[in-house]
């Protein structure tokens, strides 16, 4: 079974900055993260290819934010830089079995539990 394990989320001030990493049991996997704030629905954040040589970003998070993928320790990371208030939310880490690159939640098949992200403005 697979197992998908968040941390390094947390408090910071507005500008401040945190990365959250993914470890995942088993086989390397296409990965990505998510996000839902409160009252509002699941959005994409980022997503990283199996092999780590193709990555996309949201439009809200680019330039900001970066993924990133070491497969000798199969995690994911998610580097948030210059955070802003509007990024508060709950992060999921998500792996797939496809092969490409993808922002849609349904094609997702392993899910972590979140972990709480807070920007203080």
């Known amino acids: 079974q697979v197992q998908l394990v968040e941390s390094g989320g947390g408090l910071v001030q507005a500008g401040g900055s945190l990365r959250l990493s993914c470890a995942a049991s088993?086989?390397?996997?296409?990965m990505g993260w998510f996000r839902q704030a409160p009252g509002k629905e699941r959005e994409f954040v980022a997503a990283?290819?199996?092999?780590?040589?193709?990555?996309i970003h949201a439009d809200s998070v680019k330039g900001r934010f970066t993924i990133s993928k070491d497969n000798a320790k199969n995690t994911v990371y998610l580097q948030m830089n210059s955070l802003k208030f509007e990024d508060t939310a709950v992060y999921y880490c998500?792996?797939?079995?496809?092969?490409?690159?993808?922002?849609?939640?349904?094609?997702?098949?392993?899910w972590g539990q979140g972990t709480q992200v807070t920007v203080s403005s």
């Open positions: 990283i290819s199996r092999s780590g040589g193709s990555e």
């Open positions: 998500a792996a797939t079995n496809t092969v490409w690159v993808t922002q849609v939640a349904t094609q997702y098949d392993y």
């Open positions: 088993g086989r390397t996997f296409t």
